[in-house]
């Protein structure tokens, strides 16, 4: 049964399909063996084609790491990464001296900005088990007049991180945690200053909702204008106002209708990302984002004039050892630290 709420049905595959003001929605999901005691993985790397490595394999990849995986050093410009990592662990590192380890159900909320590198590899911590890793990386554009900001970077703690919790006229239970946005008068913690979901009335959401197998939850609406898309990532099937939508692909909807969702079969993972477009030209090149080619063109001077502030660290991948647990250093010297939740 099909109904006009339900614009669009795509299948997904690793980067999803996204809409404005969102850039990249990409879904990490590899099963890492243990670790071979220097935070790779205690496995062959033959036949991999490394630095390149992104077809499954023993069911994970190594990306462009060489030795851990992950991505080494890499530019960016005129845009933001909200990283949500559901399980498993992130290093970071960035050309302001910054750097942090972060998993668990953590989301690091980065403003890229007038430009920096950073590093983001994937440690396997642990060596007499497997490392399973699990995260969205969620690309938000600027808008014009943010996209040469100071770069930012935060952390949202998972156990800081605000969940709305209810549960339908059956008892079936529901939970959204809010990375941003709001949701039923609960509030998601702080964005970067200079985001575009800084500003409420951009209706920005970044949502992870879980619904038990069987549960029925109404969606609030959002202004007509705003994008809304369910990403249907893990479950068996749902239905969206009775049409029935099976796991594995994104489902664009009407914002103004407050629809039903049902989890069908067996308990349902959606992410849900929504916000006002940003109304202006948005010009790709690799990782920088800007509004003309002239604009691209002036970053790829400026990144080689520059190096976004070079690059203080010993390596390109950087770790930290598998002994360190949760932790943010920011560029002020301020540091935090968070016991793991493991």
Request: charged letters at 25%.
């Amino acid at each position: 049964m099909k109904n006009a709420a339900v614009l669009r049905i795509l299948p997904l595959d690793f980067q999803w399909p996204i809409r404005n003001p969102f850039l990249f929605c990409a879904h990490h999901n590899d099963a890492y063996p243990p670790g071979n005691g220097r935070l790779g993985p205690d496995a062959s790397l033959r036949g991999r084609s490394l630095g390149q490595d992104f077809v499954v394999k023993d069911g994970w990849r190594m990306y462009h790491g060489k030795e851990v995986p992950g991505f080494p050093v890499h530019p960016h410009r005129g845009f933001e990464t909200v990283t949500i990592v559901l399980e498993g662990w992130v290093d970071h590192c960035d050309s302001h001296g910054q750097a942090g380890r972060y998993g668990q159900g953590d989301v690091q909320w980065m403003t890229a900005g007038s430009g920096l590198q950073h590093s983001e590899m994937f440690p396997l911590l642990y060596t007499n088990q497997p490392n399973p890793l699990e995260l969205f990386q969620v690309w938000l554009n600027l808008p014009k007049s943010k996209k040469f900001a100071e770069p930012y970077y935060k952390m949202l703690w998972s156990e800081d991180i605000p969940v709305y919790r209810t549960h339908d006229d059956h008892g079936k239970k529901i939970a959204v945690r809010i990375n941003a946005g709001s949701m039923e008068g609960v509030e998601a913690l702080k964005p970067a200053p200079d985001s575009w979901a800084s500003d409420p009335k951009n209706e920005v959401g970044i949502w992870n909702v879980d619904l038990q197998s069987g549960a029925r939850w109404t969606m609030p609406v959002a202004s007509p204008d705003v994008h809304r898309t369910l990403y249907f990532h893990k479950g068996s099937s749902i239905k969206i106002e009775g049409q029935r939508i099976d796991a594995g692909h994104a489902v664009e909807v009407l914002p103004e209708v407050a629809l039903q969702i049902e989890a069908v079969g067996d308990d349902a993972k959606i992410l849900v990302l929504q916000g006002r477009p940003i109304d202006e030209p948005v010009v790709q090149y690799g990782p920088f984002v800007m509004n003309s080619m002239e604009e691209i063109r002036q970053a790829f001077y400026d990144y080689e004039k520059t190096s976004f502030g070079g690059w203080p660290w010993d390596r390109d991948d950087s770790v930290f050892p598998s002994e360190v647990r949760r932790f943010a250093r920011y560029k002020d010297g301020k540091e935090e630290h968070r016991l793991s939740p493991d």
